[in-house]
Protein backbone atom coordinates (compact mmCIF):
# COMPACT_ATOMS: atom_id res chain seq x y z
CA UNK A 1 0.00 0.00 0.00
CA UNK A 2 0.88 3.49 -0.66
CA UNK A 3 2.32 5.40 2.12
CA UNK A 4 -0.08 8.35 1.88
CA UNK A 5 -2.81 6.16 0.75
CA UNK A 6 -5.51 4.25 3.16
CA UNK A 7 -5.80 0.90 2.64
CA UNK A 8 -9.40 -0.10 1.74
CA UNK A 9 -11.59 -2.15 0.06
CA UNK A 10 -15.15 -2.84 -1.52
CA UNK A 11 -17.44 -5.58 -2.43
CA UNK A 12 -19.10 -6.32 -5.30
CA UNK A 13 -22.17 -8.76 -4.38
CA UNK A 14 -23.79 -9.98 -7.60
CA UNK A 15 -26.90 -12.19 -7.45
CA UNK A 16 -29.45 -13.65 -10.26
CA UNK A 17 -32.06 -11.64 -11.74
CA UNK A 18 -33.18 -11.42 -15.28
CA UNK A 19 -31.29 -13.70 -17.66
CA UNK A 20 -28.06 -12.45 -18.14
CA UNK A 21 -28.54 -9.23 -16.15
CA UNK A 22 -27.25 -9.57 -12.96
CA UNK A 23 -27.95 -7.30 -10.53
CA UNK A 24 -25.41 -5.74 -8.25
CA UNK A 25 -25.57 -4.62 -4.05
CA UNK A 26 -24.92 -0.48 -4.34
CA UNK A 27 -25.84 2.40 -1.27
CA UNK A 28 -25.71 5.45 -1.45
CA UNK A 29 -23.77 7.75 0.35
CA UNK A 30 -24.73 10.46 3.12
CA UNK A 31 -24.15 14.06 1.43
CA UNK A 32 -22.25 14.73 4.28
CA UNK A 33 -19.97 12.42 3.98
CA UNK A 34 -16.20 13.70 3.73
CA UNK A 35 -15.39 10.82 0.69
CA UNK A 36 -18.17 9.93 -2.04
CA UNK A 37 -20.96 12.41 -0.46
CA UNK A 38 -24.56 11.86 -1.87
CA UNK A 39 -22.92 8.86 -4.67
CA UNK A 40 -23.64 5.42 -5.35
CA UNK A 41 -20.90 2.83 -4.04
CA UNK A 42 -20.09 -0.74 -3.68
CA UNK A 43 -19.97 -1.42 -0.02
CA UNK A 44 -16.41 -1.08 1.31
CA UNK A 45 -14.26 0.78 3.77
CA UNK A 46 -10.97 1.51 5.34
CA UNK A 47 -9.31 -2.06 6.38
CA UNK A 48 -8.83 -1.89 10.32
CA UNK A 49 -6.45 -3.68 12.64
CA UNK A 50 -8.79 -5.94 13.64
CA UNK A 51 -9.35 -6.70 9.95
CA UNK A 52 -5.61 -7.81 9.65
CA UNK A 53 -5.27 -9.92 13.33
CA UNK A 54 -8.72 -11.64 12.27
CA UNK A 55 -7.84 -12.41 8.67
CA UNK A 56 -4.47 -14.15 10.76
CA UNK A 57 -6.88 -16.03 13.21
CA UNK A 58 -8.63 -17.43 9.82
CA UNK A 59 -4.97 -18.54 8.01
CA UNK A 60 -5.25 -16.07 5.28
CA UNK A 61 -2.63 -13.06 7.19
CA UNK A 62 -2.31 -11.13 3.79
CA UNK A 63 -6.49 -10.88 2.25
CA UNK A 64 -7.45 -8.52 5.57
CA UNK A 65 -8.95 -6.82 2.71
CA UNK A 66 -11.29 -9.52 2.53
CA UNK A 67 -12.63 -9.67 6.37
CA UNK A 68 -12.91 -5.38 5.97
CA UNK A 69 -15.43 -5.95 2.46
CA UNK A 70 -17.01 -8.96 4.56
CA UNK A 71 -17.59 -6.19 8.04
CA UNK A 72 -18.49 -3.53 6.00
CA UNK A 73 -20.89 -4.89 3.63
CA UNK A 74 -22.87 -6.31 7.03
CA UNK A 75 -22.34 -2.93 8.20
CA UNK A 76 -23.90 -0.77 5.72
CA UNK A 77 -26.63 -3.17 3.86
CA UNK A 78 -27.27 -5.86 6.68
CA UNK A 79 -26.41 -8.65 4.11
CA UNK A 80 -24.73 -11.28 5.18
CA UNK A 81 -21.83 -12.49 2.63
CA UNK A 82 -19.30 -15.20 3.13
CA UNK A 83 -20.61 -15.84 6.61
CA UNK A 84 -22.26 -19.08 6.91
CA UNK A 85 -25.73 -20.03 7.34
CA UNK A 86 -26.94 -16.39 8.47
CA UNK A 87 -30.97 -15.15 7.67
CA UNK A 88 -31.61 -11.59 6.92
CA UNK A 89 -33.57 -11.49 10.78
CA UNK A 90 -30.13 -12.39 12.30
CA UNK A 91 -27.91 -10.49 9.86
CA UNK A 92 -30.00 -7.29 10.96
CA UNK A 93 -29.12 -8.16 14.58
CA UNK A 94 -25.44 -8.33 13.93
CA UNK A 95 -25.70 -5.54 12.08
CA UNK A 96 -26.88 -3.38 14.62
CA UNK A 97 -24.14 -5.15 16.83
CA UNK A 98 -21.54 -3.73 14.75
CA UNK A 99 -23.26 -0.23 14.82
CA UNK A 100 -23.01 -0.77 18.38
CA UNK A 101 -19.32 -0.97 18.43
CA UNK A 102 -19.28 -4.69 19.04
CA UNK A 103 -15.93 -6.20 17.35
CA UNK A 104 -16.54 -8.01 14.43
CA UNK A 105 -14.61 -10.96 15.54
CA UNK A 106 -16.06 -11.00 18.55
CA UNK A 107 -19.15 -12.05 16.31
CA UNK A 108 -17.79 -14.50 14.61
CA UNK A 109 -16.89 -16.39 18.04
CA UNK A 110 -19.57 -15.32 19.84
CA UNK A 111 -22.60 -16.81 16.65
CA UNK A 112 -20.47 -18.55 15.62
CA UNK A 113 -20.10 -16.97 11.86
CA UNK A 114 -18.70 -19.02 9.36
CA UNK A 115 -16.37 -16.12 7.54
CA UNK A 116 -15.61 -17.59 3.99
CA UNK A 117 -12.86 -15.60 2.42
CA UNK A 118 -12.21 -17.56 -0.46
CA UNK A 119 -15.24 -16.92 -1.74
CA UNK A 120 -14.56 -13.64 -2.60
CA UNK A 121 -12.10 -12.75 -6.01
CA UNK A 122 -10.06 -9.96 -6.30
CA UNK A 123 -11.53 -7.88 -9.27
CA UNK A 124 -9.44 -4.78 -9.41
CA UNK A 125 -7.14 -2.28 -7.27
CA UNK A 126 -7.72 1.40 -7.78
CA UNK A 127 -5.56 4.37 -6.68
CA UNK A 128 -6.32 8.14 -7.51
CA UNK A 129 -3.37 10.00 -7.68
CA UNK A 130 -5.37 13.64 -7.65
CA UNK A 131 -4.86 15.69 -4.38
CA UNK A 132 -7.73 15.16 -2.18
CA UNK A 133 -8.63 15.42 1.84
CA UNK A 134 -8.92 11.59 1.37
CA UNK A 135 -7.04 9.16 -0.93
CA UNK A 136 -7.86 5.50 -1.33
CA UNK A 137 -5.88 2.47 -2.37
CA UNK A 138 -8.71 0.28 -2.30
CA UNK A 139 -9.49 -3.73 -3.53
CA UNK A 140 -12.70 -4.23 -5.59
CA UNK A 141 -13.35 -7.98 -4.55
CA UNK A 142 -16.36 -10.37 -6.47
CA UNK A 143 -18.75 -12.23 -4.14
CA UNK A 144 -21.92 -14.17 -4.36
CA UNK A 145 -25.11 -13.21 -2.97
CA UNK A 146 -26.72 -15.62 0.10
CA UNK A 147 -29.04 -17.25 -0.70
CA UNK A 148 -32.79 -16.33 -0.45
CA UNK A 149 -34.27 -12.67 -0.03
CA UNK A 150 -32.50 -10.10 1.30
CA UNK A 151 -33.75 -6.61 1.15
CA UNK A 152 -30.79 -4.52 2.36
CA UNK A 153 -31.24 -2.24 5.15
CA UNK A 154 -29.01 0.96 4.66
CA UNK A 155 -27.19 1.82 7.42
CA UNK A 156 -28.46 5.18 9.30
CA UNK A 157 -26.21 8.26 9.23
CA UNK A 158 -23.53 6.92 6.29
CA UNK A 159 -26.33 5.61 3.82
CA UNK A 160 -29.18 6.93 2.48
CA UNK A 161 -30.65 4.36 0.45
CA UNK A 162 -29.27 0.57 -0.52
CA UNK A 163 -30.63 -0.97 -3.46
CA UNK A 164 -30.17 -4.73 -5.68
CA UNK A 165 -29.88 -3.20 -9.02
CA UNK A 166 -28.25 -4.49 -12.52
CA UNK A 167 -25.11 -2.26 -13.51
CA UNK A 168 -26.42 -0.95 -16.84
CA UNK A 169 -29.80 0.74 -15.08
CA UNK A 170 -27.91 2.07 -12.35
CA UNK A 171 -25.74 3.91 -15.37
CA UNK A 172 -28.79 4.71 -17.20
CA UNK A 173 -29.57 6.52 -13.93
CA UNK A 174 -26.53 8.14 -13.50
CA UNK A 175 -26.43 9.41 -17.81
CA UNK A 176 -29.99 10.41 -16.60
CA UNK A 177 -28.59 13.11 -13.67
CA UNK A 178 -31.21 10.68 -11.52
CA UNK A 179 -28.08 9.47 -9.21
CA UNK A 180 -24.12 10.35 -9.33
CA UNK A 181 -21.18 8.20 -9.09
CA UNK A 182 -17.40 8.91 -9.02
CA UNK A 183 -14.87 7.69 -11.82
CA UNK A 184 -14.03 4.21 -9.85
CA UNK A 185 -17.19 3.69 -9.58
CA UNK A 186 -18.91 3.97 -13.10
CA UNK A 187 -15.79 2.16 -14.61
CA UNK A 188 -16.23 -0.54 -12.23
CA UNK A 189 -20.30 -0.86 -13.43
CA UNK A 190 -19.20 -0.58 -17.37
CA UNK A 191 -16.95 -3.56 -16.72
CA UNK A 192 -19.56 -5.25 -14.75
CA UNK A 193 -22.60 -4.81 -17.05
CA UNK A 194 -20.66 -7.26 -19.82
CA UNK A 195 -21.06 -9.79 -17.46
CA UNK A 196 -23.84 -12.71 -17.70
CA UNK A 197 -23.73 -13.58 -14.59
CA UNK A 198 -20.89 -14.26 -11.52
CA UNK A 199 -18.97 -16.41 -13.18
CA UNK A 200 -18.18 -14.48 -15.97
CA UNK A 201 -17.02 -11.71 -13.96
CA UNK A 202 -15.04 -14.13 -12.05
CA UNK A 203 -13.11 -15.40 -14.83
CA UNK A 204 -12.99 -11.61 -16.07
CA UNK A 205 -10.98 -10.83 -13.07
CA UNK A 206 -9.15 -13.49 -13.11
CA UNK A 207 -7.90 -12.88 -16.58
CA UNK A 208 -6.26 -9.18 -16.29
CA UNK A 209 -3.67 -8.26 -13.97
CA UNK A 210 -4.21 -6.84 -10.34
CA UNK A 211 -1.73 -4.09 -11.26
CA UNK A 212 -2.96 -1.03 -9.09
CA UNK A 213 -4.67 1.49 -11.47
CA UNK A 214 -3.94 5.25 -11.32
CA UNK A 215 -5.83 6.89 -13.28
CA UNK A 216 -4.03 10.64 -14.60
CA UNK A 217 -5.28 13.34 -16.90
CA UNK A 218 -4.16 14.07 -20.46
CA UNK A 219 -5.50 16.70 -23.08
CA UNK A 220 -7.80 15.27 -25.54
CA UNK A 221 -9.01 17.41 -28.17
CA UNK A 222 -10.66 20.75 -26.50
CA UNK A 223 -10.92 19.24 -22.51
CA UNK A 224 -8.72 17.19 -20.22
CA UNK A 225 -9.95 13.60 -19.82
CA UNK A 226 -9.15 11.70 -17.06
CA UNK A 227 -7.55 8.33 -18.44
CA UNK A 228 -6.79 4.66 -17.06
CA UNK A 229 -4.37 1.65 -19.06
CA UNK A 230 -6.22 -0.15 -21.89
CA UNK A 231 -6.24 -3.90 -21.50
CA UNK A 232 -7.25 -3.87 -18.11
CA UNK A 233 -10.86 -5.11 -19.00
CA UNK A 234 -12.16 -1.34 -18.97
CA UNK A 235 -14.68 -1.06 -21.76
CA UNK A 236 -14.39 2.59 -21.21
CA UNK A 237 -10.84 4.13 -20.47
CA UNK A 238 -11.53 7.66 -20.33
CA UNK A 239 -13.75 10.52 -19.64
CA UNK A 240 -13.64 14.50 -19.93
CA UNK A 241 -12.25 15.99 -16.14
CA UNK A 242 -16.11 17.82 -16.04
CA UNK A 243 -17.75 14.67 -15.42
CA UNK A 244 -15.69 12.25 -14.17
CA UNK A 245 -16.22 12.90 -10.44
CA UNK A 246 -19.09 14.05 -10.07
CA UNK A 247 -22.21 12.71 -12.39
Given amino acids: MSDDAIPA ?4 VMRPAAPGRPEVLVV ?3 ARMAFAGGMMVFPGGRVDAEDHILAAALGHPDEAGKVTAIRETLEET ?3 VALGPVGPGRALELQAALHSDKPF ?3 IVREPLTPDLDALTPFA ?3 PAFKQPRKFDTLFYLAAAPPGDWPPH ?3 GECVGAEWIAAADLLDR ?3 GESGAIFPTKRNLERIARFPDLAAAVAD ?4 SLETIVPWVERRGEENHVCIPEGRGYPITSEPLATAFRA
Avoid at 9 to 12: K, M, N, P, Q, S
Avoid at 205 to 208: D, E, G, K, V
Fill in 9 to 12: ATLV
Fill in 28 to 30: ERA
Fill in 78 to 80: GVA
Fill in 105 to 107: AEL
Fill in 125 to 127: RWM
Fill in 154 to 156: PQQ
Fill in 174 to 176: IER
Fill in 205 to 208: ARAF
